[in-house]
């Protein structure tokens, strides 16, 4: 039998979705909508509703009460030298993530 979370406890979206993965059901369906390209697009032309200027992401994520989807890189910055040539191999070097990729014994040619 599935464990449910007690409905009486405050639960957040990060808590709902570590529950439905490890087969217990949250107390609410967990929602993640893609506020990412809305948000980008809205930031870079500054045309952000005034309560949420100067908000993150995530930060706007928490205030509206949704999950926020942080596995997409940030594409709006703009890595520089091999960074962005390593972006066609599908090779992020961008400050969210906790890792950094290094290349040894690889010859470079670009053209």
Do not use: H
Request: proline share 8%.
């Amino acid at each position: 039998m599935k464990r449910c979370l007690n409905p009486g406890l405050t639960v957040n979206n990060r808590e709902r979705i570590l529950a439905a993965i490890g087969g217990e059901v949250p107390d609410r369906l967990p929602w993640v909508p893609r506020l990412d390209f809305w948000y980008r697009a809205q930031a870079y032309l500054g045309i952000l509703p005034k309560e949420l200027r100067g908000l993150t992401l995530i930060e706007l994520a928490d205030r509206l009460g949704v999950g926020a989807d942080a596995v997409i890189p940030d594409a709006s910055e703009c890595p520089t030298g091999t960074e962005m040539l390593d972006r066609a191999l599908g090779i992020f070097q961008t400050p969210v993530i906790p890792y950094r990729v290094t290349l040894e014994g690889v010859e470079r040619s670009v053209t």
